[in-house]
DNA sequence: TTGCGCTCGACTGCATGCAATGTATACGTT
DNA sequence: AACGTATACATTGCATGCAGTCGAGCGCAA
């Protein structure tokens, strides 16, 4: 059985609900068919989480603005690198099964064929699996937890401006070098290859406005 | 007005229940004089924040064992990296008032005095309260959220074996060093002093057991 | 005595009802 | 006509009651 926190996270990830949407719980309780008491837990936890924000009436779905924006992708890059560079130490280590690395160039391959083919959505989410099979290697579920949160709220935030990267060669090309970083047990390339790609990504987001006053 | 949720928090941070405890939700309910509806809650937002456990009969307080110890370390390092990082690019933008650095100067000497002085309790207090302006001064909001509940559950993982640091005047010698490395704005060594501290830190535990098997 | 099954109890999850609070609107006054 | 105030409503937070579920302890049989 699935939670009403499940069930309403998944409603916000997947979109179905807008950044900035204002909810109150009673409108929640009649769309899932559940109490209020469910729905008034799940908010709260999904405070905690990042995805909506407590409003003086009610709760909206957050929406990260530039400066926030940018907080976050350098957080996810900070974490992308240690996974990395922990991955490519286990590698080294001989803690890797072959497997897993194939199945990370496969995610690759696919997040690189679905974005050129123009489906966005199938790119995001294969893109998304590519980054967190490199933090499953990493084999810290801590860590893994906190992209996880970091990536849903990134999504919720840039879901409106979702356009074609302009980039996707070189996109594929900096996932390659990733890959290879870790297949080799490169520790220190790996992490300066997962944190300039995820750099990378930010600095190619539409409405940077990186800067800092409003 | 001070939320449930809260009021647990604080308890089980300040060790009230010691990691492992078994707790009911009756038990809560009459310890802090509130209905099962709001400790319910608090319950649940305290798992995501990774501070208790579900069992399959109430909760428990977690305790990270020695690799999850190690892995919590790990991502404090990568994230204090960052946010020294940023705050010495702060100032190199010239971002920092003076008040700001005295100020960072002032906690560490507190943090050395205290834990010099054998006030464990308060120079654990100190101390992050020196690596949490670090991070307020990087103005990465949700940073510093992260690196909060992070400091939350290895506090509760470590008070058990709270001892005499062994090395406090390193620990000064390096906390200097990254006050140094910030006040004159060099973010690359800034970002190296916070990671080597901390990962210092985790050597210095006291049950490392980072390897792997149990 | 030991192993298995059953029944009782405890605890969690959800729904509902009530009280408190803040907001918006409408009315009266200047 | 504009502003201040009061009232009514919407909405949140909490307490309580009920049903379902899982575990523990006890009894019975081998």
Known sequence: MESTYDRLRELIVSGA???????????????LTVSRTPVREALHRLESDGLVRGERRGVSIVELDGKALADAYRIRAALEALTAELAA???????LPPAALTRLARLAEAADQTTTSGDLAAGVRHNRAFHRHVAVLADNPQALAMLDRIWDQIIVSTRA?????????TVDEEHQRLITAISEGRPAEAATAARD??????????????GGAP
Do not use: F, N
């Open 89 to 95: 130490h286990r590698q080294l280590a001989g803690e």
């Open 161 to 169: 401006s979702l356009a074609a990267p302009a980039r996707p060669a």
């Open 197 to 210: 790609h995820v750099l990378a990504t930010l600095a190619a987001q539409p409405d940077p406005d990186t």
């Open 17 to 31: 609900y807008p950044p900035g949407q204002r909810i109150t719980e009673q409108d929640l309780c009649v769309r």
